[in-house]
């Protein structure tokens, strides 16, 4: 797949549109979509996206992304795109529908198709939508495809929900929305080692500042390295201050400073709380331990 973050002539493309931050269930049939179209018709695919959330430019805040930039990439590659576009939205945020439809996705790519999901918005004030694209298709010679909304029980997957149930701690149901499980990754850190005093070393990590931020409390997770549980949060039992990932691996004991690590979350088990003496968090970490 080849990353361009300017618009460059592309002709005759399947093209999918949208953030996709998460490439969740619903995110994932939009660009495959695309994906089949274009290689049930001899074409090349790619998604049209942007480096940052449109709220970045709109709200002078950016939410929380559900996965970091790359990862997005990632996972979009893994679906079998082509090409992946980053625009800047500020550049194109002027522009009404007509003028994006016509002045970028027709000019630069001259789409067979166009595929989105029923809620897709874009142009100046949000005047474009499915039905926009629906009545110009054949104007501009695509086909378009609007993707209905995925359901799980009855409740629409959507990022801004997913974000809800991760912030809540319901990771399993953010799971079967993303339909794999969240996760992070960085360098394994040194801590301060109290872990280990009390026979149980913890691999630590930044927690991403840009990461949609869980709980603080203990989780069942999934590493590199095996399985285990993660605390996330200050320690206020150690009087800690500043929110620190650490993850403690089953049968595992290995020295992993400075290597990468990745943390799956399967689910969370409690939150994190102040204990009267490290004795009683050693008792409470096997017994977290014990319930995976």
């Known amino acids: 797949m080849q990353i361009f973050t300017e618009l460059n002539k592309n002709p005759d493309l399947s093209l999918a549109l949208g953030f996709f931050d998460g490439v969740h269930l619903g995110h994932k049939a939009v660009i495959e979509n695309a994906v089949s179209f274009a290689h ?5 695919s790619a998604v049209i996206t942007f480096k ?7 709200y002078g805040k ?7 930039r790359k990862e997005r990439e990632d996972k979009i590659k893994k679906l079998g795109v082509d090409f992946l576009y980053e625009l800047d939205f500020e550049s194109i945020s002027g522009l009404t529908a ?11 790519f001259t789409p067979l198709a166009i595929t989105t999901g029923w809620n897709h918005n874009f142009g100046y004030q949000k005047s474009g939508n499915a039905k926009f694209l629906r009545d110009n298709s054949q104007k501009f010679g695509y086909e378009y495809f609007e993707l209905p909304p995925q359901k799980l029980n009855n409740e629409i997957v959507s990022s801004s929900a997913i974000r809800k149930y991760l912030s809540q701690g319901n990771i399993e149901k ?7 499980k969240f996760y992070t990754s960085g360098t394994v850190i040194k801590g301060n080692q109290i872990g280990r005093t009390i026979g149980f070393k913890t691999a630590n990590i930044n927690y991403p500042e840009k990461l949609t931020e869980l709980p603080h409390g203990v989780y069942s997770v999934n590493t590199t390295y095996g399985k285990g549980i993660a605390n996330f949060g200050i320690r206020p039992t150690i009087n800690g201050s500043t929110p620190v990932l650490e993850a403690h691996i089953k049968d595992f004991d290995k020295d992993i400073y400075e290597m990468p690590i990745k943390i799956e979350f399967n689910k969370m088990i409690r939150r994190e709380k102040k204990f009267p003496s490290l004795d009683d968090l050693k008792q409470q970490i096997q017994i977290d331990i014990n319930s995976i």
């Open 52 to 58: 940052d959330h449109p709220c970045c430019f709109f």
């Open 98 to 108: 007509e003028e994006y439809l016509k002045d970028v996705l027709v000019k630069y």
């Open 40 to 44: 049930n018709n001899n074409c090349k």
């Open 62 to 68: 950016c939410p929380k992304y559900i996965l970091p």
């Open 174 to 180: 953010a799971n079967s929305m993303l339909g794999y």
